[in-house]
Nanobody, 125 residues
Framework: QVQLVESGGGLVQAGGSLRLSCAAS????????MAWFRQAPGKEREFVAG????????HVAESVKGRFTISTDNGKNTMYLHLNSLKTEDTAVYSC??????????????????WGQGTQVTVSS
């Protein structure tokens, strides 16, 4: 079955960096849409970044563009989110999601079929 397992979260000071990983299994990674979302306390879940076409097409939300980047390793069936210049407002649970068998890079929550359990990122001032 489809599984998504996130890792790499933690506590970091403002200005620091983290790399989140999403290990995928149970579907064809390279022909699926993959995305990162985050949900901060008291806020709605929001799109952060996404990838499709085996990582050749990517999109990063304007709110984090220039600080966050997304990458994939098709050989390892793993997607990464590189978080740089972190701010306290980046504190959230970060989750990865997938919609198998599509080349469309969706940014809406409802488009994705499977979700990981999430990993907590806490940025201290």
């Amino acid at each position: 079955q489809v599984q998504l397992v996130e890792s790499g979260g933690g506590l970091v000071q403002a200005g620091g960096s983290l790399r989140l990983s999403c290990a995928a299994s149970g579907f064809t990674f390279s022909t699926s849409a993959m995305a990162w979302f985050r949900q901060a306390p008291g806020k709605e879940r929001e799109f952060v970044a996404g990838s499709t076409l085996g990582g050749t097409a990517t999109h990063v939300a304007e709110s984090v563009k220039g600080r966050f980047t997304i990458s994939t390793d098709n050989g390892k069936n793993t997607m990464y989110l590189h978080l740089n210049s972190l701010k306290t407002e980046d504190t959230a649970v970060y989750s990865c999601a997938t919609k198998p068998r599509t080349t469309v890079l969706y940014t809406t929550i409802g488009a994705y079929d499977y979700w990981g359990q999430g990993t907590q990122v806490t940025v201290s001032s």
